[in-house]
């Protein structure tokens, strides 16, 4: 590539940085308070654990269907332009809501148009890219900065005038994404009968599978470690300017994983930083557990990212690779309803059950082992795989 289309390149993907930086601004400025908001309209934690197992449940299922209807119709940008200003109908509604039922509506109908945002992002990006994906990494991690920024500040919003301002910041960020998105170049390509013949290829690849698999137990950790942060914050008498700090510190984690994730995936492979992922999802959960006051609760968030950030730069990376030609927004989606899922959904659900029955560090404890057991039967099922493999050509030399 000449220094004419370097220069070309850089500018094209001013875009994509500022879509990264205002999209996760405005998740990072709403989701980890609507759990306090939940708290606030008086529901229970089991109550709360099925409203935020509800958009994990509904991604399982949209960001798929979304993304194979952007991939089979090539209108990604109207589709995420419509995803993104259905959400911010829905949560202008959701900032009234206070009743379970009604609550519980609108969250699940936010969800499905949402679900298919960041595959749809992710998937623009990584064309966009071209032969330069392994740079999605430095891309991604404005994004990161975007959550840092907004949460502390928010945080002190909501602490000082009180929980309308996560709503009101999550608008005005959410807003500035939506104009972005109608700025990036639209997809000219038409699959045909190809969609069918990736969408077969997906379904019955091996490794496709047990990537998902990893996915899933990685999305379940993540659920659990993040969902019920802030009320376990809470019980620990932290202030919300805390719970913002916590966000911020996560985040600088991020960083240093995301810009050299594309050497980490070079040097270990995307599945097996995948699995170096879920064995820091497992020691972070532990860690909360001990936990006697809110604050060490900043350092212990400096394993974010070498759980989360490690784990979906990989995955997004791996997905990149291996979907077909013209089937990204559907692998992305894939992936994305494994993780964000089927996964979170089930993290979500039993971190509810756990944390009103056993208290919530017993409930870190609890998904703490559970990580770590995850990471040892992958680590068993990949050696006696091996071993298969090494028999069989063993005997055929016979």
Do not use: C
Request: no cysteine; charged share 10%.
């Amino acid at each position: 590539m000449n220094d004419r289309q370097d220069s070309r390149l850089k500018r094209k993907l001013i875009l994509p940085k500022i879509m990264y930086f205002f999209y996760y601004g405005a998740a990072a400025a709403l989701i980890p308070f609507l759990v306090i908001y939940y708290r606030s309209v008086g529901l229970p934690e089991n109550s709360i654990g099925v409203l935020t197992a509800i958009p994990p449940l509904l991604t399982l299922f949209s960001a798929p269907l979304w993304g194979g209807l952007a991939d089979a119709t090539q209108q990604h940008r109207r589709l995420l332009a419509l995803s993104i200003a259905a959400s911010l109908v829905i949560v202008l509604a959701l900032s009234f809501a206070q009743e379970f039922l009604l609550l519980a509506l609108l969250v699940a109908i936010h969800a499905f148009f949402l679900a298919p945002a960041v595959p749809f992002i992710d998937s623009m990006v990584l064309e966009l890219l071209g032969d330069r994906k392994y740079q999605y990494g430095r891309l991604r991690l404005w994004g990161a900065l975007g959550w840092g920024m907004a949460a502390p500040v928010v945080g002190w919003l909501a602490e000082r005038y009180g929980l309308k301002w996560p709503f009101l910041g999550y608008l005005a960020l959410m807003a500035v994404t939506l104009m972005a998105t109608l700025r990036m170049p639209a997809s000219r390509a038409s699959l045909g009968n190809q969609f069918w013949k990736g969408m077969r290829f997906l379904a019955v690849n091996r490794q496709w599978s047990l990537f998902l698999a990893l996915a899933l137990l990685g999305g379940t950790s993540m659920a659990v470690t993040g969902n019920f942060l802030f009320l376990y914050v809470n019980d620990l008498d932290g202030s919300r300017t805390l719970m913002g700090l916590a966000l911020t510190f996560a985040t600088l984690s991020e960083l240093p994983i995301l810009f050299f994730s594309d050497r980490l995936i070079i040097q270990f492979g995307a599945r097996n930083v995948l699995v170096l992922g879920l064995m820091f999802f497992g020691i972070r959960s532990l860690a909360y557990s001990f936990l006697g006051n809110a604050w060490p609760i900043l350092l212990i968030q400096l394993l974010h990212g070498p759980s989360f950030a490690a784990m979906w730069a990989a995955g997004v990376s791996y997905a990149g690779e291996i979907a077909p030609k013209g089937m990204g927004a559907t692998a992305q989606g894939m992936f994305g309803a494994a993780f964000m899922g089927l996964g979170a959904a089930v993290g979500s659900l039993f971190g509810g059950v756990l944390y009103n029955s056993i208290g919530g560090a017993m409930m870190y404890r609890w998904a703490g082992f559970t990580a770590l057991m995850g990471v040892l039967l992958y680590l068993l099922a990949k050696r006696k795989s091996m071993n298969l493999v090494t028999v069989t050509a063993e005997e055929q030399r016979m």
